[in-house]
């Protein structure tokens, strides 16, 4: 079973920058993947960006492209989602996920988090 903790989360400025981080633990390593989706208040969860493990593959939706940045650490299992220009629109809870096969490739994880507030102000 992995268990999936993020930080970085916080209240920042339209225009400002903020970094999330994702540790997994309670596996070895050999993940396919992590990523990164997030859900506004009433509204559906949606996918944001994900990158794999054996190479640097990633993916992201077409709103953060441009403005967000996924990489990842292999070693440490680790997963980072760089977000610069925020936007009011961007104002979600943020959750790690974790793609133990490729069977689920990018939108179906096998884990999440419990998720990270992201809010940015006008």
């Known amino acids: 079973q992995v268990q999936l903790v993020e930080s970085g989360g916080g209240l920042v400025q339209a225009g400002g920058s903020l970094r999330l981080s994702c540790a997994a633990s309670g596996r070895g390593f050999g993940l396919f993947g992590m990523g990164w989706f997030r859900q506004a208040a009433g509204k559906e969860r949606e996918f944001v960006a994900a990158?794999?493990?054996?190479?640097?593959?990633?993916h992201s939706a077409d709103s953060v492209k441009g403005r967000f940045t996924i990489s990842r650490d292999t070693a440490k299992n680790t997963v980072y989602l760089q977000m610069n220009s925020l936007k009011p629109e961007d104002t979600a809870a943020y959750y790690c996920a974790a793609y133990e096969t490729g069977r689920g490739w990018f939108l179906r994880p096998d884990y999440w988090g419990q998720g990270t507030q992201v809010t940015v102000s006008s």
């Open positions: 990158a794999t493990w054996a190479v640097p593959l990633t």
